[in-house]
């Protein structure tokens, strides 16, 4: 069983989690950026496509 008066555990269980919620935020937003890009990259390959058609 867990001591929850050790204040050892207690502080680096804090560390722990913490560590673990800024890597999740840190994730989310490179995986967000990430998705942007994307979106940008499809949108701008299909305005090009369009106009190439265009021209044909």
């Known amino acids: 069983m867990v001591d929850w008066s ?4 207690l502080t680096l269980l804090f560390i722990d989690l913490a ?9 989310s937003k490179k995986f967000t950026s990430k998705m942007r890009e994307v979106e940008d990259r499809v949108s701008r390959g ?11």
């Open 19 to 27: 560590a673990i919620v800024i890597a999740v935020w840190w994730l």
């Open 6 to 9: 050790d204040s050892e555990f």
């Open 46 to 56: 299909r305005i090009n496509h369009s106009d190439n058609s265009e021209e044909e």
